[in-house]
């Protein structure tokens, strides 16, 4: 159960190629930088491409820009399939040009919960009633916590299900209904799960796992993103020299300035950077620190 929607309505979400077919989702974190699964990448480098600006699949846009992939990052705690760690960053070879139908989500800083009942989306091109729709498709589903996920798989059986008694890990949340009807499915994985905090969309999860698509008592499994905060800005923002002399220029401007001070980054990796070291300083009087996700 899922609804067409316009071009441009979700910007970040990128169509992983591999030769002229779509294997996958992911997310533009940053201008040469895009978030997927794990489980997505079982090649060489070479055999996988991304597109952006991808709307319809068999009708391709004026905004369509493809680029070959310069690295591959897998999480090296990811082993197969509904493992921990099924993430994974691509490097692309150029940056990406943002316009009004390509442009980054924001990364949630490593602190961030998202509470379960949230609604939150899930974008993709994966199948719809097992048939592979053509056009970029979204639907709205609820966070359900880990602990009620695990009583969820833990009621009836299906020949698909994992062996373990828990199979939901630390670094794993669900969505959808437990009567089913709504979920991501076969060619979303690696796609955004997106969620609307203060006005700022974050990207909560990304698709890893599923029983099937949409059955009762087996919502769609993701991987969170919080967990992996640190680890995604090791790759994006190695070079964290120029950052620290800013932000001690930030400290002198808020002791020069006794009006509250709001700290504007125009680079997004170094706005997430910044983020994360200002959890100390936001409780600071006079210091009102750009809020998670207003990158």
């Known amino acids: 159960s899922s609804r067409h929607i316009g071009n441009g309505s979700w910007p970040w979400q990128v169509s992983i190629r591999e030769g002229s077919n779509h294997i996958c989702g992911g997310s533009l974190i940053a201008e040469s930088w895009v978030v997927s699964a794990a489980h997505c990448f079982d090649g060489d480098k070479s055999a996988y491409h991304v597109n952006l600006g991808e709307y319809q699949l068999l009708n391709p846009s004026e905004s369509l820009v493809s680029f070959p992939i310069k690295e591959i990052y897998r999480h ?3 082993t197969d399939m509904r493992s921990s760690g099924d993430i994974a960053l691509v490097e692309l070879e150029t940056p990406v040009s943002f316009n009004e139908v390509i ?3 924001c990364l949630p800083a490593s ?3 998202f509470p379960a009942g949230m609604e939150c989306w899930v974008t993709g091109w994966g199948n719809t009633h097992l048939t592979a729709p053509k056009t970029l498709q979204e639907v709205q589903v609820p966070l359900i916590d880990r602990d009620t996920c695990n009583s969820l798989f833990n009621t009836g059986s299906y020949p698909d299900d ?5 199979p939901i890990k630390q ?3 669900c969505a959808g209904y437990p009567q089913g009807e709504k979920d991501a499915c076969q060619g979303d994985s690696g796609g955004p799960l997106v969620c609307e905090l203060d006005s700022t969309w974050l990207l909560a999860g990304v698709v890893s796992w599923g029983v099937e698509c949409a059955l009762p008592n087996r ?14 800005q090791g790759y994006i923002s190695p070079e964290p020299g120029m950052s620290v002399i800013s932000l001690w220029l930030l400290i002198w401007l808020w002791l020069s300035e006794p009006d509250p001070l709001v700290f504007l980054v125009t680079d997004p990796s170094s706005c997430h950077w910044f983020l994360s070291r200002f959890s100390l300083l936001a409780f600071q009087p006079g210091l009102v620190p750009l809020a998670h996700g207003q990158c």
């Open 76 to 78: 090296p705690s990811y």
């Open 103 to 105: 442009r980054p989500i």
């Open 111 to 113: 602190s961030v919960e």
């Open 162 to 166: 994992p062996k373990e008694i828990d």
């Open 171 to 173: 670094d794993m949340i």
């Open 219 to 232: 919502p769609g499994v993701y991987i969170l993103l919080p967990p992996y905060a640190d680890w995604i």
